[in-house]
């Protein structure tokens, strides 16, 4: 059972930055198809994120160039770095994983989610 556990959330100025951390056990990461999404209240549930196997990347327009996901195999955990944060960022965010398809597609499915930690972005 792969279970994920978030921190870093926090009240930040904008144009700041936060690092959220994401402690995956239950399976290593170099096998599993990793993302962050956010929700804000009264919001559709958004992806920010994503990295397959091979630790290609990919971001909304929303974000990119501004967010960064990565993984420190070492240690199986997934970070999401934010840089020059808005307001319009304040959400709760979640990792989620999911397994591969074929051994090495990820498909944008997502079987395992952490708890969340709030980002509060003040102007």
């Known amino acids: 059972q792969v279970q994920l556990v978030e921190s870093g959330g926090d009240s930040v100025q904008a144009g700041g930055s936060l690092r959220l951390s994401c402690v995956v056990s239950g399976r290593v990461i170099n096998r599993l198809c990793m993302a962050w999404f956010r929700q804000a209240p009264g919001k559709a549930r958004e992806e920010v994120a994503a990295s397959d196997v091979f630790s290609v990347t990919g971001y909304p327009d929303s974000v990119r160039g501004r967010f960064t996901i990565s993984r420190d195999k070492d240690n199986n955990i997934v970070y999401l770095q934010m840089k020059s944060l808005k307001p319009e960022d304040s959400a709760v965010y979640y990792c989620?994983?999911?397994?591969?398809?074929?051994?090495?597609?990820?498909?944008?499915?997502?079987?395992?989610w952490g708890q969340g930690t709030q980002v509060t972005v003040s102007s």
């Open positions: 989620a994983a999911g397994m591969p398809r074929h051994g090495d597609f990820c498909a944008g499915e997502y079987n395992y």
